[in-house]
């Protein structure tokens, strides 16, 4: 570009060929185009124009150069020169030279007038002759300058403003701000919802953060504002959980916040502004419904029962549990998630989408009990029974939508009732069949019920209302009627009987006269005090079983009867050929007429038992009450009991004199055959004991085996007439199933009772009572 310009054609000018020139001018000249600086000169009187290079970018891209170069400088700057052109006169004419500082000269450059700003001086340049020839300006484009410092004090401007804006804002601001300064984030301002919500006063203004709430320094928040101030990045904080202290109490509270970097001109970070909201209460809220509705779930999954919460008008299964699972016969996949109606399209013509729309609209609860419901499964359609409820679920905003069902399924129930009643039916009818007889006395009210069966077997024909006293005691053959009323009497004593009522007696019909044998069961039900306030049972008539024991018990008692006069005197024959072996010395017919006689004693006490057995059916049974010395007693006892086997251990337990009051020979039938049973039911042998002890003056006399045992149940019926146990253990063994029943009937002529206590396998213990009259207690 300088050569350009040196160049140049001068001699096309006024000023002509450089030749010339003035020394003056050639040395300006050279100095203008050698220079960095920009520069430019006018010369001679029509001021035409020098530049250099550094001034040409002044001149703009397609501006006034190259024609500048050499040009009058009045055509050259017309839209200027009215400014410059006093400048350059009063340099020229005056000598002064002039200096401008960010002087705006607006120039036509780059295809437009644009505000162009310079710092320029203006100096006079001297000729050889020392006029004053030409005017020479050193000049720099301070355009960009100017604007820069326009711009900062702009910014400046409106920094300030923002800054009592945003004071003002953070004062005003319906929301909590502080706006936090410097990277010790000092507040410097804060609203007065800031500080409720931080729980502090005024008086933290002015100090640091950290200072003003010192419940932070655990926290991330202090942490959090130092990254935002240094990385100048807004934070955004939701629900954050943060420990506020207010009246002195450390509370646990929720927020959302903006940490807003605030940055000077130079984007440096100054301070950072807080917004906060407090969320405390939606949070707990929220933490709440979603507690309770977790708590809802629990309970559904965890229950038992069927439990299912639907939603919405779709009724879609939002949670069910394995119950619900199980009774609907689907998985977990096939039916979360999905309208009730989509899983179950069989519910459609029933009419649990009716009533559950119904609770849903009305908000209240709906339940029955036992509804058929069917389901249609690969295997045909299934029926079921179930109870249910349907509970409506609140909504925060106490509307429902949704629905919580409880349910139970109660088919197995309703089927078995079903059956339950078919067997009732049953038994009814069985009962009927069976022809038993039904009664029930309340003895609080003192009336007695009767069913037409139990009027029948007391032969009674009016239809009023029965009464113990004019209906069932004359109704009694008067030869049981003593011992009918005193077994009732006993019932109705708890620690006796305990309520167990089980009696075998002749009715007289009272109109037809019939005399009938029946057999009465039942039970008296006491109250809390042990009074008795009813007693039902049943009648069974026996009459014809009666009949043929009766004919049974005849035989026996005539057989007996036939049988002890033979007996007496064979007795009394071996007695004689025992004392004539004895004294011929013959030992073998000694022992052998010895086993004649046992056997033969043992037939005696059999015979001896028939007619006991008839005596007493015959009412003919009687006693001879004497003091017996029970040591004595059992000693005989235990002196036949040896003779009927070796090979089992008798014991008797020795004890002092006890004295009571019995008949003596009845008792020793007692002992006998209570140990005959207990040789007979210990096939393998083993001890057998025999004892009494003495207890409050009542003497208690037992004979325990190790043998076969008696069951529970078998041990109910053992004193009944005839009974024998039926099992294999004991079906070898012979007997007449007559024994213990003599037992408890002498007993009874006692005023005692036989007891057992027996183990299966084990063995047993017979017992009864008896008072002490006197001895050794
Ligand atoms: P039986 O003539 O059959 O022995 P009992 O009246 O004496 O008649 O006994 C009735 C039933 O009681 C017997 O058939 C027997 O099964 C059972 N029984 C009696 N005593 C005993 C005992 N000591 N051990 C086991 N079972 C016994």
């Not at 500082?101 to 340049?125: A, C, H, M």
Request: charge should be negative.
């Amino acid at each position: 570009m300088a050569a350009l310009t040196r160049d140049y054609d001068w001699s096309s000018t006024p000023l002509g060929h450089p030749d010339t020139w003035s020394q003056s001018l050639r040395t300006t000249v050279n100095i203008i185009l050698n220079s960095r600086s920009p520069m430019f000169l006018w010369w001679g009187p029509q001021l035409i124009q020098f530049y250099n290079d550094a001034y040409r970018p002044s001149l703009g891209n397609n501006g006034k150069h190259p024609y500048a170069l050499g040009q009058k400088g009045e055509d050259c700057w017309p839209e200027i020169w009215p400014i410059i052109k006093p400048l350059i006169d009063q340099v020229l004419y005056k000598g002064e030279p002039t200096w401008s500082v960010d002087q705006l000269i607006p120039i036509y450059r780059n295809g437009k007038i644009e505000d162009v700003y310079w710092t320029f001086g203006y100096s006079p340049v001297y000729d050889d002759d020392g006029q004053r020839k030409g005017v020479i300006v050193i000049c720099s484009e301070t355009t960009e300058h100017v604007n820069n410092s326009r711009k900062l004090h702009e910014s400046y401007q409106a920094l300030q403003i923002s800054e009592n804006n945003l004071l003002n804002l953070v004062m005003q601001a319906p929301i909590a701000i502080g706006h936090l300064k410097g990277r010790e984030l000092v507040v410097v301002a804060a609203n007065q919802k800031i500080l409720e919500l931080w729980g502090k006063d005024a008086s933290i203004i002015g100090q640091p953060l950290e200072k003003a709430l010192p419940e932070l320094q655990d926290q991330p928040f202090l942490g959090i504002l130092d990254n935002v101030y240094i990385s100048g990045v807004p934070f955004f904080g939701t629900e954050h959980k943060a420990l506020i202290r207010r009246e002195g109490v450390l509370l646990e509270l929720f927020f959302d916040f903006v940490y807003q970097p605030i940055k000077d001109i130079n984007g440096n970070c100054t301070g950072i502004v807080v917004v906060a909201n407090e969320v405390t209460d939606n949070v707990l809220a929220r933490k709440r419904i979603q507690q309770s509705e977790d708590r809802m779930r629990q309970v559904v999954m965890k229950s038992p029962f069927i439990m299912l919460v639907l939603k919405g008008s779709d009724f879609v299964i939002e949670i069910a549990n394995d119950a619900c699972f199980h009774y609907w016969n689907k998985t977990a996949e096939a039916t979360l998630g999905k309208p009730l109606l989509t899983v179950l399209p069989e519910l459609k013509d029933q009419p649990f989408p009716e009533l559950l729309k119904r609770v849903l609209e009305s908000g209240k609860a709906y339940g029955e009990e036992e509804v058929l419901n069917y389901f249609e499964t690969e295997q045909g359609i299934v029926v079921k029974y179930v109870s249910y409820l349907y509970e409506p679920i609140l909504d925060e905003d106490g509307s429902v939508s949704r629905i919580l069902v409880a349910a139970e399924d109660r088919t197995r129930m309703v089927e078995d009732r079903k059956k339950l009643l078919a067997a009732e039916e049953n038994l009814r009818l069985s009962l009927e069949a069976a022809e038993l007889g039904r009664f029930d006395m309340d003895l609080v009210k003192g009336t007695m019920f009767w069913d037409a069966r139990c009027r029948e077997l007391f032969g009674v024909d009016h239809h009023d209302e029965v009464t113990y006293e004019n209906d069932f005691l004359p109704g009694l053959h008067p030869e049981d009627k003593e011992r009918v009323s005193k077994i009732i009497e006993d019932v109705f004593v708890k620690e006796l009987t305990n309520g167990d009522y089980d009696v075998e007696y002749r009715t007289i019909g009272a109109n037809d006269k019939k005399v009938r044998w029946v057999r009465a069961k039942g039970k008296a039900f006491f109250d809390e005090k042990d009074k008795p306030i009813r007693f039902i049972g049943s009648v069974l008539e026996i009459t014809d079983k009666k009949s043929e024991e009766l004919r049974r018990n005849d035989f026996f008692a005539m057989a007996s009867h036939e049988l002890k006069t033979p007996l007496t005197s064979i007795k009394s024959y071996i007695q004689m050929l025992l004392k004539k072996a004895a004294n011929d010395g013959d030992d073998f017919q000694a022992d052998a007429l010895n086993r004649v006689n046992k056997n033969v004693n043992r037939m005696t006490s059999l015979i001896q038992g028939f007619l006991n057995n008839a005596k007493i059916l015959e009412g003919k049974f009687e006693l001879h009450f004497e003091n017996v010395d029970v040591n004595e007693m059992l000693n005989e006892a235990l002196v036949d009991a040896q003779l009927m086997s070796q090979a089992h251990q008798f014991k008797l337990a020795p004890r002092e004199s006890v004295i009571i009051r019995a008949d003596r020979d009845k008792l020793i039938q007692v002992m006998e055959n209570l140990i005959s049973n207990a040789v007979k039911y210990s096939p393998k042998s083993g001890a057998i004991n025999i004892g009494c002890d003495v207890t409050n003056n009542v003497a208690e006399i037992y004979v325990e085996d190790e043998g076969v045992g008696i069951s529970a149940k078998d041990q109910q019926k053992l004193f009944d007439r005839f009974y024998r146990v039926q099992n294999e253990k004991v079906q070898h063994i012979s007997g007449f199933g007559i024994g213990l029943y003599l037992v408890s009937e002498i007993l009874r002529y006692h005023n005692s009772k036989i007891m057992v206590e027996s183990e299966e396998g084990k063995g047993s213990r017979f017992y009864f009572r008896l008072p002490v009259v006197k001895g050794i207690v």
